[in-house]
């Protein structure tokens, strides 16, 4: 009687049933843990190859797979359609590189025919970053801000789990060719890094790429002379203060530009000569205000990722 | 139509690319993949908005000998608000990717479909 | 000649992305999507966007790729942790 | 221009800079600091809503020295106004209905990340709501998705990571979509601005140009933002986001994380889009059938499930797929019953998630419904609160819950073709609900055995304050709500 119950349950119907009943994953069985632990073993010591070895989800259920199949096949076809129907619509948009577009408007020719006057900025694009939308800006930074929160509250290893282990630096090797390298090209990448954030308003570049590039700098010279090193002046708290203080003080400058542009008050914020280093007021400082903060940040996501700590 | 398309052609690349991205981000069983596919997809929605500012024969939005006539220069928006993205997309990939170690320290597996089942084994 | 240098660009984002996403081993994986923002910061450059040129230069290739690098190389080290264990 | 109107623009970069200086506070500091920043920015709020109430006109705010299409600006009307203060205080509530809960799980350092988390939470949906600019509503939408990750994975066990993970997913693809129809927009109309995007729209239709594109750019951003707030078919990722989280993220996921998606495309759909352009399209029809299998899908989903935080979960896939049929109506009544129903279910179902963690605390840490028998004796505060919002969604009147389903029936006799359809969803909807709802709470009210009688929980202060107050407003809602219904139809008149 029972071995004619068990065979109904694993039959479709009585699967079904169970289903209905509420047990979720019926049709989702376990592999079988032999097979499982054998490909662990086939894959040996090469661990990419182990990657690639993971085994496809046990479904020892035909109909399972058939449906993984399927949604395969369907999601490609997702895929395909949805490029057809966005090329069917970019051949209704309008041509590329013509001057008659809707998008070259009142508000570009503003931008381009005033933008140098009124923000005090030569290069148009951080003008209009910092000074005109100013808001979106604002948000972006926030952005970064809250992806570093989130990834030192997942990889920062806990306070009390210090141990040898966690604290081991992954990939670290001390090779002289490396060390001699980044002995001449990390200062050089930084004071590239200053440059490109301290003239964001006159050429290409600003907070974020210059920020970047001294992160980058960073990065490699930690990468060479490991942590220890780097820890002699950023440390965690180096870290905090110094975005706190370029976050805070983004905050109330713009704040400050906003309630009285707002209020229709007058800055006084002296725009300087275009052109100038020390010119369009505010930009400037933000500038700076911001490559700290994604120097800091991403240098500390590299950090986080490498050793699971700042 | 088709040299309508040759014309377009950084439109008609950047929604393929999207398309390849999407399809990547939903199809792919592996993390470290879908993130490649999350920024191809966010890439070429960017290339996507820049090239829509451009403007035959204009040149580079940053004032030059003090000219500052519309003909001068290319639309300055849409690099500004894909400089925004940029920017967006790249800390979602370090949040995606922070994700995907502490999984594979939980899990020991970058394969998504895996790891669901065996955390519903673990479940019960 | 610029034409035909964009249809390359073209060509060459194409099959970036399509070999990144079926590329069997991940480290090859990563190392296209490197230089699948190398051409699009070429890209950017060629239409006249020289502050996104810069910036996906530093943040594309450089640090989202350095970031995919080391998690693998996390990823790795947790891997012989748990062989040795 | 009066000082009031600058409220707005304070609550917004209140709550953002309190975000920033919660990194380096300790746990504490940082938690009452956000409870504080949380009550301003409801006393700021409700003061901007008796502001437009009483001017009855809306005002937009500059974000700088340069006006409409060149700079950055924020709109209040009243419907932006009374959506903000009730979001706040739901905040505000949950965070206090969850704070024993948060205190206990929680170390030191992380409960500091999570009130960072949720100060930017609250600048982001805030700015969602009052944002008049669409690509500045993107940037808000990724803090937001980012925020609500975070508040998911601060508890850091497996389940938890693989639920973030799959939220990101399909939030992300969300974002994408939505991205890409922002920036056909852009194309064709040249402008971020919504009134300015309103206008060329307007002249495009009257033209006849760009009919594709802007049909493409409305099912782009529809679906992304539906995908984001977990309309039915993309709702894979809820049950397990809400199920395993704190019992205050999953209030405030389910409240007002998805809510304010829905919000931005209400305004998207009115402001930027405009309201005929969208009818004439086939969008609303298939928004409108979507929602119905979200309702009854929904339902039978919160049937199966034996786990009080699932079934919670299911019923938001139902109720989420009320609002979007509210929407899916395509009139200003439909709008209106959807707007309510945001309230509503904002209310019900923080209050149902942080009921049932004090009815589980009661069990001895179980979540299994079988389990938690007579639990409402243990924890009778709890009891009465589930029995409340159970009832109210239910749609037993007395209770907002029931206000809004005849909202939905009203609104839906006036389109002959809907109106069979809706009833009968309605009424099945009803039964399902009162299957799964009913049962739950004689459940709670079956008396156990004499040994665990004696195990009584309490609540403590704030979790009593949160549950009250949550009751309350699903009385008043029920009772009084004639204002609410006044406020919103006028702020809608106000979006045209």
């Not at chain 2, 004032?63 to 006539?69: A, K, P, S």
């Not at chain 2, 608000?81 to 502490?102: K, Y």
């Not at chain 4, 929407?327 to 129903?341: E, K, N, P, Q, T």
């Not at chain 4, 809602?477 to 809608?492: D, N, R, V």
Request: charged share 15%; proline share 3%; glycine share 10%.
């Amino acid at each position: 009687m029972s071995k004619i119950k068990k065979d109904y349950e694993h039959t479709f119907f009585g699967k079904l049933e169970r289903w209905i009943a509420g047990e979720n994953d019926v049709f989702y069985e376990d592999p079988e843990p032999m097979a499982l632990e054998e490909r662990e073993k086939k894959a040996g010591h090469n661990y990419l190859a182990y990657l690639e070895q993971i085994p496809d989800v046990g479904y020892s259920y035909e109909k399972a797979k058939a449906y993984h199949y399927i949604y395969r096949i369907l999601t490609v076809l997702m895929g395909v359609f949805i490029v057809g129907t966005l090329l069917y619509v970019v051949y209704f948009l309008p041509p590329f590189g013509d001057a008659d577009n809707p998008v070259n408007n009142e508000v570009s020719r503003r931008y381009i025919e005033k933008g140098m006057e009124e923000t005090g900025a030569v290069n148009i694009v951080a003008g209009m970053i910092l000074d005109y939308r100013a808001f979106d800006t604002f948000g972006e930074s926030n952005v970064l801000f809250i992806a570093a929160s989130a990834v030192l509250l997942l990889l920062k290893a806990g306070d009390g789990a210090k141990t040898a282990k966690s604290q081991k630096e992954i990939g670290m090797k001390e090779d002289v060719i490396l060390q001699r390298v980044t002995f001449i090209l990390s200062p050089m990448l930084f004071l590239f890094g200053i440059y490109v954030i301290l003239n964001g308003h006159l050429s290409p570049g600003g907070g974020f790429s210059g920020g970047a590039i001294i992160g980058g700098s960073l990065i490699l010279f930690r990468n060479s002379y490991g942590y220890e090193a780097i820890e002699q002046f950023f440390t965690e708290k180096t870290f905090q203060n110094c975005t706190l203080i370029a976050l805070g003080f983004y905050c109330l400058a713009k704040s400050y530009s906003f309630f009285t542009g707002a209020n229709h008050l007058n800055s006084h914020i002296p725009l300087g000569t275009p052109g100038d280093i020390f010119s369009a007021g505010l930009i400037l400082p933000l500038n700076i205000a911001v490559g700290i903060v994604v120097a800091c940040t991403m240098y500390s996501f590299y950090a986080l990722f490498s050793k699971g700590g700042i | 139509m088709l040299e309508h398309f040759l014309e377009n052609g950084e439109v008609v690349t950047s929604v393929i690319l999207f398309g390849i991205g999407l399809a990547a981000l939903l199809l792919h069983k592996n993390l470290i993949k879908k993130i490649i596919g999350l920024n191809i997809m966010d890439t070429a929605a960017y290339l996507f908005l820049a090239a829509q500012g451009y403007i035959e024969g204009r040149g580079a939005p940053i004032v030059t000998d003090g000219v500052t006539r519309m003909d001068a220069y290319i639309n300055p928006i849409p690099s500004g608000l894909v400089l925004t993205g940029i920017v967006v997309s790249v800390s979602v990939t370090a949040l995606m990717l922070a994700l995907t170690v502490c999984l594979y320290q939980k899990y020991h597996s970058l394969n998504m479909d895996y790891i669901i089942m065996k955390m519903r084994k673990e479940e019960e | 000649m610029l034409t035909a240098f964009k249809f390359v660009m073209f060509f060459g984002l194409i099959v970036c992305a399509l070999s990144a996403c079926l590329a069997r081993r991940l480290l090859i994986s990563v190392a296209i999507f490197m230089s699948y923002s190398v051409i699009m910061s070429i890209l950017w450059v060629v239409l006249k966007s020289p502050d996104l040129a810069i910036t996906e230069a530093a943040v594309g290739a450089g640090v989202t790729s350095v970031l995919f690098f080391v998690t693998l190389k996390r990823i790795r080290a947790i891997g012989e942790d748990e062989k040795h264990e | 221009m009066e000082f009031v109107c600058n409220f707005p623009f304070f609550s917004i970069m209140v709550s953002m800079f309190s975000g920033v200086i919660s990194s380096v506070l300790k746990g504490k500091k940082a938690r009452n600091l956000g409870v504080a920043v949380n009550g301003i920015v409801i006393v700021l709020s409700a003061a901007t809503l008796a502001y437009v109430m009483s001017t009855g006109e809306s005002f937009v705010y500059t974000m700088g020295h340069y006006t409409a299409p060149w700079g950055n600006e924020i709109r209040v009307g009243v419907l932006e106004a009374l959506t903000a203060t009730f979001f706040s205080f739901v905040m505000l509530l949950s965070v206090l209905g969850g704070m024993k809960h948060l205190s206990r799980e929680l170390e030191d350092r992380s409960l500091g990340m999570y009130f960072l988390f949720l100060n930017l939470m609250l600048g982001a949906i805030l700015a969602l709501i009052y944002t008049n600019d669409i690509f500045t509503a993107y940037v808000f939408i990724e803090i937001n998705t980012i925020a609500a990750c975070g508040l998911i994975m601060v508890r850091k066990t497996g389940p938890v990571y693989v639920a973030a993970t799959r939220y990101m997913i399909m939030s992300l693809m969300g974002s994408g979509l939505f991205l890409i129809g922002v920036c056909i927009l852009y194309t064709v109309t040249g402008h971020l601005l919504m009134p300015n995007i309103q206008e060329s729209v307007k002249m495009l239709m009257l033209r006849g140009e760009y009919h594709i594109p802007l049909l493409m750019v409305i099912i782009l951003i529809t679906a992304g933002l539906a995908i984001k707030s977990g309309l039915y078919p993309f709702h894979s990722w809820m049950p397990a986001a809400y199920g395993f989280s704190l019992p205050s993220s999953s209030a405030i996921l389910s409240g007002l994380v998805s809510k304010s998606y829905i919000f931005l495309l209400i305004k998207i759909i009115y402001r930027v889009v405009g309201k005929d352009t969208i009818l004439g399209s086939d969008i609303i029809k298939v928004l409108f059938a979507f929602s119905v299998f979200a309702i009854i899908l929904g339902s039978v989903g919160a049937i199966r499930e034996k786990d009080i935080r699932y079934m919670n979960a299911y019923s938001s896939v139902a109720q989420i797929g009320y609002v979007y049929m509210g929407i899916g109506l395509g009139s200003r009544a439909g709008m209106v019953a959807a707007m309510f129903h945001i309230l509503v279910h904002a209310a019900t179902k923080s209050l149902l998630f942080i009921s049932a963690e004090g009815l589980s605390q009661a069990s001895g840490h179980t979540y299994r419904i079988q389990e938690l028998k007579g639990a409402g004796y243990r924890s009778r505060l709890a009891g009465i609160g589930f029995t409340v919002g159970a009832f109210s969604l239910v749609g037993i009147p007395l209770f907002g819950g029931f206000i809004s389903k005849i909202s939905f029936a009203v609104a839906a006799t006036e389109d002959p073709r809907k109106v069979v359809l809706v009833f009968i969803v309605i009424a099945i909807s009803t039964l399902l609900n009162a299957i799964y709802f009913v049962r739950t709470v004689i459940i709670i009210y079956t008396p156990a055995a004499a040994s665990e009688k004696s195990r009584r929980v309490k609540l403590g202060a704030a979790g009593c304050t949160a549950i009250t107050v949550f009751a309350a407003v699903n009385f008043i809602l029920g009772l009084f709500s004639g204002p609410f219904i006044g406020a919103i139809k006028q702020g809608i008149a106000m979006f045209q």
